[in-house]
């Protein structure tokens, strides 16, 4: 029954992967029989047709080439090297990888895969599976004598397919390995994994120490294609809901996310080179066995600080709220700190877990960005581009600025003007770079590339102590008690993530970094975009976008923020711009209101 139930799976793969026009009427194998695969191509249809680059993948000769012989070799060296590291042991977990090859587009180079229900440590370059990048099979490994078991083509394909097709993947690992295992287990509700401050978190595409890292956990089924089945069905919407369960849809709710845990399973990790899917592999499982050994010794690994667990809140738990009863827990209410205790009169009280902040005007004068961050970026553009030039952040400013600059010719923006190519020389393309610069900086215009840059030159500012972070009295007060009350604080703000950090990390209060859990800028919206808000709050993970508070001291912001349902607050300081009447939100002059 389990055997008629998988073939019955893969005839059913087979079908939604190719076109209805090229249904298999007949197969081929490319040995010396007419074996029949899982699936294939229409009789004397040519690979070469389907790709289009004049080589023909199919042919006798590139499936021997050198390109198709050293990836095999790699799969099966990298297998016996996770055997190792007890991700594929018992036959379990799998690998596949693309066969690179420059004059084929990414999306039709041949895959190849490892086979299922074999020993994982003893497989040889010839027992690989090779696949067009439709999911195809091309060739499959001859059986071997008693007592091995017929061949067959891995059960997570699907799975694999759906990276390949999704994400543009080079390479997708499926481990079984121990920690990714465990660490679904320590909430069984939990619908995310989340993790932050650790230096193995630079490991990750996209993201830095600073970051909060976000995994999302999809339920287990028993066949690991009605994994696959149930994302198939709903890949179109922005939340996937598998059969047996109601749990985010892991591939395009997370669209940051390089890799999904499957709970009491294991993890399928991507990445767009073999080199970047093992490499985060190993970095993941390091993650998640920080985390499970913070856990034995009641340590929290989703905050900064990586405290004692004081509250059920936490990267991989339901949210509870802070100074409340937690019926489900049965678990006494939280302490409240003593600043919350001082000033209950007066409070403004919110039932949230996530706090969101504007820098400008919110928690920072915006004299500070004015009088001191804005002129010391425009006074320093040219110094900054002539020492830094051939550096590699420097040529993607300038890269930005040029695209930028372009596009505000075309649209005749006041103050832009031509920069030359690189060929008129360094000079002549700094000086340009300057002028639009300072007609940007004079605009005050939110746009990615003068805040890349700008963020680039207040690092060297902070970094020689030529600039310290400035806050209201009020600020750092208020983050380290949010914090203490587990509650999770997040920065967005038009300046670059990078600057953010330089702002918040270099203050006369020194790092308040510790009490942060992830930035935001302009990279994920514009700021007076109800959109913009609507990915941070899926980002977040939270049950709803009520569980957010933003703060902030633009009406614009405020109402874009509402229309995405977060709760919101304006913050009114001494020298922000006044409201307008009847603006409908409430408003603060400290943060010790709340």
């Known amino acids: ?190 619908k995310e994994f989340r993790i932050t401050h650790m230096e193995m978190i630079k490991g990750i595409k996209g993201h830095g120490y600073y970051d909060e890292l976000v995994v999302p956990i999809i339920e287990n089924t028993a066949y690991e294609n009605e994994l696959t089945e149930s994302l198939t069905k709903a890949v179109n919407i922005c939340y996937l809901q598998f059969s047996y369960s109601t749990l985010l849809l892991p591939i395009e709710a997370y669209p940051k996310t390089t890799a999904v845990l499957v709970r009491n399973h294991g993890i399928y990790v991507w990445g767009d080179t073999w080199i970047s899917a093992k490499t985060q592999s190993e970095c993941y499982h390091y993650l998640f066995d920080a985390a499970i050994k913070l856990h034995q010794m009641g340590l929290d690994w989703s905050t900064p600080s990586h405290g004692p667990i004081q509250q059920a809140r936490g990267a991989i738990s339901a949210p509870v709220k802070a100074g409340l009863k937690d019926s489900s827990h049965n678990s006494e209410p939280f302490p409240v700190s003593s600043f919350v205790h001082d000033r209950v009169s007066s409070s403004i009280y919110f039932d949230m877990c996530c706090i969101l902040l504007d820098i400008e005007g919110t928690t920072t004068p915006i004299t500070f960005v004015a009088d001191v961050l804005f002129p010391y970026a425009r006074d320093n553009v040219g110094k900054h581009l002539s020492a830094t030039y051939e550096t590699e952040d420097t040529q993607e400013d300038i890269k930005l600025l040029r695209s930028q600059v372009e596009d505000d010719l075309a649209h005749g923006i006041d103050g832009a003007v031509p920069i030359p190519p690189d060929g008129a020389g360094k000079d002549a393309v700094i000086a340009a770079l300057v002028a639009n610069v300072e007609a940007m900086i004079r605009a005050d215009r939110k746009i990615t590339a003068l805040k890349q840059l700008q963020g680039h030159i207040w690092r060297t500012g902070f970094q020689n102590n030529e600039l310290k972070g400035e806050f209201y009295n009020d600020v750092p007060e208020a983050l380290q008690s949010w914090h203490a009350l587990g509650i999770k604080l997040y920065i967005y703000s038009s300046g670059s993530r990078l600057a953010q950090r330089l702002v918040f990390g270099n203050t006369k209060s020194g790092d308040l970094r510790k009490y942060l859990s992830g ?59 006044p409201l307008p009447e009847n603006h409908g939100f409430k408003t603060i002059n400290s943060f010790l209101e709340i």
């Not at 004598?145 to 061949?151: G, L, N, Q, V």
């Open 519 to 577: 930035f935001f800028d302009t990279n994920i919206g514009n700021k007076r975009e109800t959109s913009s808000y609507v990915q941070i709050s899926e980002s977040l993970g939270v049950d709803s976008p009520s569980e957010i508070l933003f703060l902030t001291d633009v009406v614009q912001e405020a109402v874009a923020a509402k229309a995405a349902g977060l709760k919101v607050m304006i913050s009114v300081r001494p020298g922000n711009a």
């Open 1 to 190: 029954e389990i055997n008629a139930h998988r073939q019955k799976s893969n005839s059913l793969f087979a079908a939604a992967f190719l076109p209805a026009s090229r249904t298999p009427l007949s197969r081929f194998y490319l040995r010396t029989t007419n074996a029949i695969p899982h699936c294939g191509v229409a009789k004397g249809e040519s690979m070469a047709a389907v790709n289009g680059s004049g080589v023909s993948l199919a042919s006798q000769a590139y499936m021997e080439g050198n390109a198709v012989k050293e990836t095999r070799a790699l799969v099966a060296d990298l297998c016996r090297q996770f055997y190792s590291l007890g991700w594929v042991s018992g036959t379990g977990g799998s690998i596949t990888i693309k066969v690179h090859d420059d004059c084929i587009p990414k999306p039709q180079q041949l895959i190849l895969m490892s086979p299922s229900g074999v020993q994982k440590e003893r497989m040889e370059a010839e027992d690989m599976y090779v696949m067009s990048g439709n999911g195809s099979i091309l060739y499959a490994p001859s059986p071997k004598p008693y007592p091995h078991k017929p061949p067959k083509c891995s059960d997570c394909a699907p799975l694999f397919m759906k990276a390949y097709e999704m994400r543009d993947a080079g390479a997708v690992i499926h481990s079984h390995g121990m920690e990714s295992c465990l660490v679904t287990m320590l909430n069984p509700s939990a």
